[in-house]
């Protein structure tokens, strides 16, 4: 059974930056793409960021050049650095793997206040 734990969020002001962090468990994060969505209030839920074995990481218009998707495979855990964050940005923010059944995780909340 695939399961996912983020954290990492919290309240920070504009400009300032945050990193979260996924931990896996049921697959290797080297074995299937790994995203990052968000859904802020009375939003759909957003795919901001996706990491492919061996292609260059997919942003949103919305975040590209802010935010970095990474994973560590030793660790089985997916990063997403935010830098620059505005309050557009704040959302509870997710990962999941593609292509897998599962349910979605309890997410991690980042505020960002102007």
């Known amino acids: 059974q695939v399961q996912v734990v983020e954290s990492g969020g919290g309240l920070v002001q504009a400009g300032e930056s945050l990193r979260l962090s996924c931990v896996v468990s049921?697959?290797?994060?080297?074995?299937?793409?790994m995203t990052w969505y968000r859904q802020a209030p009375g939003k759909q839920r957003e795919l901001v960021a996706t990491i492919i074995v061996g292609e260059t990481p997919n942003y949103s218009d919305s975040v590209k050049g802010r935010f970095t998707i990474s994973r560590d495979n030793r660790k089985n855990v997916v990063y997403l650095q935010m830098n620059r964050l505005k309050p557009d940005d704040t959302a509870v923010y997710y990962c999941r793997p593609l292509g897998v059944l599962m349910s979605w995780g309890q997410g991690t909340q980042v505020t960002v206040s102007s």
């Open positions: 049921g697959i290797q994060v080297s074995a299937k793409p």
